[in-house]
């Protein structure tokens, strides 16, 4: 897309910009993505709507939560695309009704800048009412709420895979670190209660020594 300097109005001049920013972030998609969740192996419909029964009833409840909250991931991200997306277009707005360079004048580095300054006050300022509005503070919450789930169902259920194939989990590590660093800690206090014992045996002997 570009740009014309010809003269128009500011709702015109916001709209063509706001467009632009949509399309730029359009394909943008962050780590949390459906291609990651995807890969994470979520059920289909069918198995998430059936009850779980038989010898793996735990497995498929468990692999149901996991699902239920990456769609709950899902949901709260799309909530804050829209959000950062309004505020794109608001800050594309303030920037439009922000008054220019008189006509006829040449744009040279400094009116550049200065235009650049312009455009990140203008958005800064339009990031922080959206980020301290109720809606975004909803959906950051449930965000790091579900992922936290997610993240919590997914380990349990790679830790039990871990122990069909006789493989250390990730709670057996933590519990032989937890462990080893007792032992050391125990090893170090005795070490510090032996020196005073030998510092004083040596001035004993020295003291012998000299009473010789």
């Known amino acids: 897309m570009t740009f014309s300097l010809a003269p128009m109005k500011s709702a015109d001049a916001a709209r063509i910009f706001s467009d632009f920013l949509r399309e730029q972030f359009a394909d943008f998609q962050p780590l949390w993505g459906?291609?990651?969740g995807a890969a994470t192996g979520a059920l289909p419909a069918s198995t998430m709507d059936s009850p779980a029964l038989g010898p793996t009833r735990e497995h498929q409840q468990r692999w149901q939560r996991t699902a239920q909250a990456w769609r709950r991931i899902d949901a709260a991200q799309r909530r804050l695309q829209r959000l950062c997306s309004d505020a794109l277009r608001e800050a594309a707005t303030a920037f439009a009704a922000q008054p220019g360079p008189p006509r006829g004048t040449a744009i040279d580095a400094e009116a550049l800048h200065k235009l650049y300054d312009t455009w990140i006050d203008c958005a800064e300022q339009a990031y922080?009412?959206?980020?301290?509005?109720?809606?975004f503070c909803d959906a950051l919450t449930e965000f790091v709420n579900a992922s936290s789930e997610w993240r919590r169902e997914l380990q349990t259920s790679i830790e039990q895979?871990?122990?069909?194939l006789d493989l250390p989990t990730r709670t057996e590590?933590?519990?032989l670190t937890h462990r080893l660093k007792a032992l050391e800690e125990q090893l170090r206090a005795a070490r510090k209660k032996r020196k005073p014992r030998v510092?004083?045996?040596g001035a004993k002997r020295a003291h012998r020594k000299a009473q010789r």
């Open 34 to 36: 459906a291609d990651f």
């Open 173 to 175: 590590i933590n519990s």
């Open 128 to 135: 922080a009412r959206t980020a301290h509005g109720d809606a």
């Open 161 to 164: 895979c871990a122990k069909q």
């Open 199 to 201: 510092a004083a045996s």
